[in-house]
């Protein structure tokens, strides 16, 4: 995932190659090392989602990452969001950019959730979000289903295997993954999570969110 092949340490230790390849590390590089590892966790734990999204794109073409207006194609407001993007059919992201200290969001109509608190938000909206160093702005459509995976040390380790399903709002949304001779079908009722099919994916919590 690093291409540091040019440096002897990883590049989050030195930027400079000469001083990296000379050892000199940069003070604190911990700090910054701890928080990479959580940014590659994210994506190992997003993987299960993602695999969901990619077999979408090969089952109908639906690009996993896509132009908020793919999905809400009457609404005019996003006819024109170049800097917001969806991440499968339920999850929204809204990146700042260097130098920005804040941004504003237009949200899709219906309800959404900000991802890090659980937050219920009002669709067919705009807010303003100020700029932090922790937290990229990433809303989740309320209903949603959200396999999220435990991080393993790759994705044959066992422990990537096992999910917490994230309940956003009533858990309407079902989630669906269609793999070779594998599927995985999550569904919420009321109170309860009810898994079906056969898959490597086995579920250890679910999560009620929002």
Not at 26 to 32: F, N, Q, R, S
Request: glycine content about 10%; charged content about 25%; hydrophobic content about 40%.
């Amino acid at each position: 995932m690093v291409n540091g092949w040019y440096v002897r340490n990883p590049p989050w230790k030195q930027l400079n190659r000469k001083l990296n390849n000379e050892g000199q590390l940069l003070d604190g590089w911990e700090k910054l090392e701890a928080r990479c590892r959580e940014i590659v966790g994210w994506r190992m734990q997003l993987i299960p989602y993602l695999r969901s999204a990619f077999e979408g794109y090969r089952e109908n073409g639906t690009p996993p990452f896509r132009a908020l207006v793919l999905d809400a194609p009457k609404d005019d407001r996003l006819r024109y969001v170049d800097d917001q993007f969806m991440i499968g059919d339920r999850m929204m992201v809204a990146p700042l950019f260097a130098g920005e200290m804040s941004r504003k969001i237009v949200l899709p109509a219906g309800r959404w959730h900000d991802f890090w608190t659980g937050e219920r938000v009002e669709g067919g909206t705009e807010l303003v979000v100020q700029a932090t160093m922790e937290q990229i702005p990433v809303y989740v459509k309320s209903g949603s289903l959200v396999p999220w995976a435990y991080a393993g040390l790759h994705v044959q380790d066992p422990v990537s295997h096992e999910l917490m399903v994230r309940v956003y709002g009533d858990g309407s949304i079902a989630w669906t993954l269609n793999e070779r001779k594998e599927t995985l079908r999550l569904s919420w009722n009321c109170e309860s999570g009810r898994a079906e099919g056969t898959s490597h994916y086995k579920i250890r919590e679910w999560k009620h969110i929002g």
